[in-house]
Structures are given as C-alpha cells and as structure tokens.
C-alpha cells in the first residue's frame, strides 16, 4: 500500500462548479497535511497548511483534515479557470523530517 | 510568500558533459533545502536533501557521485549533473524550508534538463 493516494484524474468541471479534491493515507503519524498547486512546467505552490483535523478556510479553498478516517480534501469554490493545474497533497512526520507527496490530481476548469 | 529561485530555467548538453544548477532563497534562510526530479504527469521524487555546511542525504537509488549537491551558504545549494546521459533528462525542482517550520517548504520553478 502506498504511503499517499490521490485520484490522478483528470477533472474536468465547469467554471464556477464546487470542486473537491482528496487524498487518503496509511501512517497515522503524519502531523501536517499540506495542499500545493502545479501549474505545467512550472514548480509548485504551497497553498494551505493544517496541523490537526478540522476545517482550515482560505478565500475560495478549505481544507479539511479527518485523521481518524486518515483521509484529507482540498474543496475549492467558484472554480475559475486559473484554478486548472495539479494539485498534490503533502504529509509531515515531524519526526521522520521529510514531506511526501502525493501523485497529483489534475484540474481542468472550463470557462 | 517567500521566493526560491532556481537557474537555469532550461539548459541543453550534450552527452558527457556536466551541468550546474543553483537553487537560492531570495528572501529567507534555508538551513535545509530539498532536490527533486519530476517526470511527465508523475510526482515529485525526492532525489536528496541538502544541509547547509553539511553533506547531502540522498535518497535511496540516487547516485550521489552523479548527482552532486553543494549548500554552502544559508541561501544557495547547487545541484551538478555529472557526465550527463540522454536518461538524466528532466525537470528538476529545488525547494527550500523555512528554518524552524518543517511543513513550511517554498519550490523554485524548475530546470528543465534535456541531454542530447
């Protein structure tokens, strides 16, 4: 089983859609939960950070972290079509002192 | 946000030869910064982790006499591809953590690598 799973994609949605992206893990130690976007051929972009289980909102992005559940989501609102690019998710074992990624889910939104 | 940069941006070689990329911090210290290599449509993978004033940890599978990774000051680490092969082509991304806040870990923009 691998360490991080996420859905590859693609999504495609139309502009202004609700979108919601995921990702479950295995290692209950992972601390922090982190959400960055890829644009192509261009290096990613931390977009959020949450340390604990709960919602963290940040204008039109929120993320929510279920630890019991060891799954985590990334829901972004109004989608615009600049919102289309790959999203990784991104786990920290303080402990172990390195983030792992997650594959990516690419993003399409259609104007 | 803080800014990494990373030059150069795009390079072609031919085979044999050694490139030099450097990943600076334009506007924070980074004691420890990350190299990663990245494939079409696939994720980051994690080549070595870079200490300032320290040698590089590589990841496992990762040739650190090919790979050489310098971080000689609190704001630039520098990756050489040595004796470059047409399979090193890639992207390469540095990225560099904020000191004392582990997930806090900002990504340059890239170098694209293509050996002939």
């Known amino acids: 089983q691998k360490e991080v799973e996420q859905d590859p994609g693609p999504l495609s949605v139309p502009e202004g859609a609700i979108v919601s992206l995921n990702c479950t893990y295995s290692n209950s130690a992972f601390q922090y939960f982190m959400w960055y976007r890829q644009y192509s051929r261009k290096g990613p972009e931390l977009l959020m950070y949450?340390?604990?289980?709960g919602n963290k909102e940040d204008g039109r992005f929120t993320a929510q972290v279920d630890k019991s559940s060891k799954y985590i989501s990334l829901f972004i609102r109004d989608s615009q079509p600049s919102d289309s690019a790959t999203y990784l998710c991104?786990?920290?074992?303080?402990?172990?002192?390195?983030?792992?990624f997650g594959p990516g889910t690419s993003l399409s939104v259609i104007p | 946000g803080a800014v990494v940069s990373q030059h150069p941006s795009w390079v072609i070689c031919k085979s044999g030869t050694s490139v030099k990329i450097e990943c600076r911090s334009l506007d924070f210290q980074a004691t420890t910064m990350f190299w990663y290599r990245q494939f079409p449509k696939q994720s980051l993978m994690l080549m070595a982790t870079?200490?300032?004033?320290?040698?590089?940890?590589?990841e496992q599978g990762v040739e650190k006499d090919k790979f050489l990774i310098n971080h000689a000051s609190l704001t630039l680490s520098t990756l050489t591809v040595t004796s470059a092969h047409p399979e090193d082509s890639s992207f390469y991304i540095c990225?560099?953590?904020?000191?004392?806040?582990?997930?806090?870990?900002?990504f340059g923009p890239g170098t694209r690598l293509t050996v002939t």
């Open positions: 949450t340390y604990s289980s």
């Open positions: 990225s560099a953590r904020v000191v004392g806040y582990q997930y806090e870990q900002y």
């Open positions: 870079s200490n300032e004033g320290s040698k590089a940890t590589y």
């Open positions: 991104a786990l920290l074992e303080t402990s172990y002192d390195k983030v792992i």
